[in-house]
């Protein structure tokens, strides 16, 4: 691995990944986009609650070759095995030695933008005792799932045998998802890279999120960058009442359910004026490195955090989208 960092830093190449082909020039650079959709009316927002106000990692994930989701309690228990061996070499360390590593996987159908996406995967880790009762409670420890949210509008040629879920989302210790990434890259000779968030995507869902109507929200727009070329770091946190940068924004946009890079251009531009204008400090010669407002927030090192279910699946299209364009 790149830099000697162990998976969860680096990119594996694979002789036999499938290249995906993302369509230009939206998933590069994007001249609009739609704004969020709210949750389909026919979901359950309850069976995907367990995801929100979590901190996930990012990764792009090359597809799968030969995956079936109808083999998912299967492949639980080959990850499971792989997991147990690692152990026994010493690779994973349990918190007690009494304790071991149980493995399950489950389809998320709710997580899809259309019928052609296919469905997203849970898989989990618990801890067990082997000196607790049968039915006494697990203690989950690692979480991560796979999804593809409106993918059929940004791949095309994806050959057969593949399944595209581009987007792997992490919650828990790094040493278990360099474990379980391992066992994934093995069987299904796909590999995954940390998804990182350029400052210009992250401008994008300062726009996007602003122009999201939320029933109930009193969280603030804020945006926090980084000052360049100083002895010691200097970050600049800059708060934006929600109703205040709602109200900015729907002065920005011209076509409802639409955004364009102009008009998050625009936007930015008048959030940079007014902060200028206060504190005589120029925005634009600093760097923009996370975004935080009542919809979620993102961090430009691939950290997420959903606050608002109905808009789950419209973050969730613009991320796919993000881990397309950085497959090569």
């Given at each position: ?12 190449e694979r ?5 995906l ?33 979590k ?14 989701s ?11 095995v ?62 991560g ?34 474990i ?16 990182a ?27 926090l ?15 934006i009442?929600p ?25 930015m ?7 200028h ?29 959903f ?5 789950l ?16």
């Amino acid at each position: 691995p790149a830099g000697g960092q162990p998976f969860a830093g680096a990119l594996i190449e694979r002789r036999g990944g499938a290249r995906l082909a993302a369509r230009s020039p939206r998933s590069v650079h994007p001249g609009s986009r739609l704004l969020p959709p709210r949750f389909q009316e026919n979901a359950d927002p309850q069976k995907t609650a367990f995801l929100l106000r979590k901190q996930w990692t990012l990764y792009s994930v090359s597809p799968l070759y030969k995956f079936s989701s109808a083999d998912l309690k299967d492949y639980a228990r080959m990850l499971g095995v792989f997991i147990a061996t690692e152990k026994q070499k010493g690779l994973a360390v349990d918190v007690d030695g009494e304790l071991g590593v149980r493995v399950a996987m489950s389809g998320l159908p709710e997580l899809r933008g259309s019928e052609q996406d296919p469905a997203a995967v849970l898989v989990q880790l618990s801890l067990r005792s082997s000196l607790s009762p049968k039915n006494s409670e697990e203690k989950l420890i690692w979480s991560g799932w796979f999804c593809c949210v409106a993918g059929d509008d940004l791949l095309e040629d994806l050959p057969e045998n593949f399944t595209c879920l581009p987007l792997f989302l992490v919650n828990g210790a790094e040493s278990y998802t360099a474990i379980v990434g391992s066992w994934f890259q093995k069987t299904f000779d796909c590999c995954f890279r940390r998804l990182a968030i350029s400052p210009l995507n992250l401008t994008w869902m300062a726009a996007m999120w602003t122009g999201c109507k939320v029933d109930k929200s009193t969280a603030a727009t804020e945006l926090l960058f980084s000052v360049p070329h100083l002895p010691q770091p200097l970050d600049i946190s800059y708060a934006i009442h929600p109703e205040d940068a709602k109200a900015l924004w729907d002065t920005v946009q011209k076509t409802p359910g639409e955004i364009t890079q102009e008009e998050v251009d625009v936007f930015m531009e008048c959030l940079y004026s007014h902060f200028h204008r206060h504190f005589k400090i120029h925005l634009s010669a600093t760097k923009l490195v996370k975004v935080s407002t009542g919809i979620a927030s993102a961090h430009c090192d691939g950290i997420i955090k959903f606050l608002q279910s109905q808009y789950l699946i419209g973050v969730l299209m613009l991320l796919t989208e993000l881990a397309i364009s950085q497959i090569q």
